[in-house]
């Protein structure tokens, strides 16, 4: 057991990157100062913790085998239910489980209020060697060691794979070799690769998008531009109109008062 940096006695800072530096320590210090090899280790992970503990199964061929306790299959998923993964999503476990090649054992409670048990399920399905899980009725998040289930299910797993033979290859990686994939390649990076590979056909569509409004926009504006004529033409037929009623109204004025004078001629004549 260990203290991730920032929590307990360690000291630095928590982040995701540290966690792994941690374990990734931890691992070192069983191989180096206790002489433990790959075969020999079960990593254990509990809810944040398996992010951890998957990212350093990946990188460890001849591990003997993974525990995954009320795991999570990413922090994004804890919060929201989305679908694919998103480069800024950290712990994503969705994506590194199917590349652990050992034995691997999950438990999870029915009832967890905290992360879903749908998570540990799921991780499950994707395991490229499945041990029979173990699903707590009842279950919480923080009280699965206190079901007898739990012990009894954990010391048969371990049993069944210290009777298996070990998985260890004939050129087994060294710490070195593991620092040299961290920084050439960084495992936890690759679904973040895979993700901006998804993107770019959002970018496409973007710019399709933009090209429909531009068309929308074009067409519409010509519309406009269409209507707009056609008003000014109907004002200027409407300013035209007026302009010859007031001509023609000005014309009956000047003939009424025509009219009225000859009448008024006739009149004294009359006289």
Known sequence: MYDYSGYGQSSGKPSEHNTYADIEAAYKCLEESYGAKQEDIILYGQSVGSGPTLDLAVRLPGLRAVVLHS???????????????????????IDK?????CPVLVIHGTDDEVVDCSHGKQLWELCQEKYEPLWLKGGNHCDLELFPEYLKHLKKFITTVEKSPSRRSSS?????????????????DAPRRSTDRREKPRKSTDRLEKLRFREFKFHNMDKVEKVRISFDQMERSRRSVEYHEKSRRSVDVQLERARKSVDWLDRIRAG
């Open 172 to 188: 087994r990686r060294s710490t070195d070799g593991i620092e040299r994939s961290r920084r050439s390649t960084d495992c936890f």
């Open 97 to 101: 489980i199917p590349l652990v090649r």
């Open 71 to 93: 795991p999570i299959l990413s922090g994004l998923r804890v919060m929201y239910p989305v679908k694919r993964t998103y480069w800024f999503d950290i712990y994503k476990n």
